[in-house]
């Protein structure tokens, strides 16, 4: 009955693993930088393209040069 060797150790496992970040909060911490890496550069690239349109309208289109 090894099985019943086993209820009861949740709080010393509890205990043991209680300063340690959980897998979920890991992977959720993980997801979270990683979108906000990515938000730098989507910004970026939004900065780039409203110049880009800015300096078209004040051409006046995008064939007409000067």
Not at 6 to 14: E, K, S
Not at 45 to 63: C, L, P
């Amino acid at each position: 009955m090894a099985f019943f060797g086993l209820i009861g150790n949740d709080r010393d496992l509890a205990q043991q693993y209680s300063d340690r970040e959980s897998a979920s909060d890991k992977a959720a911490r993980k997801r979270r930088e990683g979108h906000h890496r990515n938000a730098r550069a989507a910004d970026q690239q939004g900065q780039e393209w409203e110049d880009a349109e800015r300096s078209r309208q004040y051409r006046g289109g995008w064939r007409r040069s000067r």
